[in-house]
């Protein structure tokens, strides 16, 4: 089993900053991927950034530049700090995990942001 949990959500003013967690626990050595999402009400959940095992990381267009994906291995936890934020960036942001070999998919349970004055 894969456990990862999110935190650092909250209100924030446009153009503050935020930086999320993702605390994963258990067989984490089987993930090969992990990436943030986020979901606004009403719409579709959509890929904001990942990382790979090795360090590989890439970005949605919409927040290359201001967000920045991270990881330390030795508190496996991983990181999303946002900067310039946006209200259009008002969501519940999720982390989550790929075991690619057995096609395995784990997400956390969200965190919410919002971003307004």
């Known amino acids: 089993q894969v456990q990862l949990v999110e935190s650092g959500g909250g209100l924030v003013q446009p153009g503050g900053s935020l930086r999320l967690s993702c605390a994963a626990s258990?067989?984490?050595?089987?993930?090969?991927?992990m990436g943030w999402y986020r979901q606004a009400p009403g719409k579709e959940r959509e890929l904001v950034a990942i990382i790979t095992d090795i360090g590989i990381t890439n970005y949605a267009d919409s927040v290359k530049g201001r967000f920045t994906i991270s990881r330390d291995n030795a508190k496996k936890t991983m990181y999303l700090q946002m900067n310039s934020l946006k209200p259009d960036a008002t969501a519940a942001y999720y982390c989550?995990?790929?075991?690619?070999?057995?096609?395995?998919?784990?997400w956390g349970q969200g965190t919410q942001v919002i971003v307004s004055s």
């Open positions: 989550n995990g790929r075991d690619l070999g057995r096609g395995t998919y784990y």
């Open positions: 258990g067989r984490i050595s089987s993930i090969n991927i």
